[in-house]
């Protein structure tokens, strides 16, 4: 079981540019998240997924998109990067099941991402 | 949305003693409180959580307790170790229509002196 992984660990981009981070958890998960980190500060949601074809927007989803079409992957696709999306991002998953119900959220080891 | 406050940001204590972390939150709908550890440059690990249906809860050197009608809750780590130094971060759950997520605190820098 590896859990939670992300690809790549680190990441330069210039201004405009764009790039995916990709996400995949294989404890059959059915909640998927996109958190970033920056430094000093605590984790902001970006997007949620609670299953393979449904997702939504977290506190700043400004800037990203997401897609899930498997149940196993999460990927964060930035458009367009800009100084403010220098980060650590973070994916994470849980097992909640049910609309109401929360769980422990198990988190992968991050991406750390400059915008120059 | 929930709205989590975390006190204090930074918090320094002598190993051997006891150290705690309060928050606060803002939806009395929310029934799950996890708090994680995240050491430096590592993912955050859940370390505690409680639900709503319970007032304290411990693990070994770690507790967490719950008032709800004041909508806070607190972690308590006794005989602190200089491996307990690292970032601690509260959460509490929320849920919208589309399902439940965490809303994190700003998170405590705890420093265990040798």
């Known amino acids: 079981n590896a859990g939670v992984t992300q690809t790549p660990k680190f990441r330069i981009l210039k201004i405009g540019q764009s790039m995916t981070l990709q996400c995949t958890q294989d404890?059959?998960?059915?909640?998927m998240y996109w958190y970033r980190q920056d430094p000093g500060m605590g984790l902001k949601l970006i997007y949620y997924?609670?299953?393979?074809?449904?997702?939504d927007k977290g506190e700043v989803p400004n800037g990203y998109n997401v897609s899930r079409s498997t149940t196993e992957d999460f990927p964060l696709r930035l458009e367009l990067a800009a100084p403010s999306q220098t980060s650590v991002y973070f994916c994470?998953?849980?097992?909640?099941?049910?609309?109401?119900?929360?769980?422990?959220?198990?988190f992968g080891p991050g991406t750390r991402l400059t915008v120059t | 949305g929930e709205n989590v406050e975390q006190h204090p940001s930074t918090l320094s204590v002598q190993e051997g003693d006891s150290a705690v972390i309060k928050c606060t939150y803002s939806?009395?709908?929310?029934?799950?409180f996890p708090w994680y550890k995240q050491e430096l440059g590592k993912r955050p690990q859940l370390i505690i959580d409680i639900r709503s249906n319970v007032g304290e809860k411990k693990d070994q050197r770690i507790a967490v307790t719950l008032n709800k009608t004041a909508k806070h809750f607190s972690l308590h780590i006794t005989e602190t170790q200089p491996e307990d130094s690292a970032v601690y971060f509260c959460a509490a759950s929320w849920t919208g229509t589309s399902g439940s997520r965490l809303t994190f605190g700003e998170g405590t820098q705890l420093t265990v002196n040798p």
């Open positions: 404890m059959n998960h059915n909640y």
């Open positions: 939806d009395s709908a929310s029934n799950y």
């Open positions: 997924s609670v299953g393979a074809g449904i997702t």
């Open positions: 994470a998953s849980s097992p909640q099941q049910g609309l109401r119900s929360t769980y422990e959220q198990y």
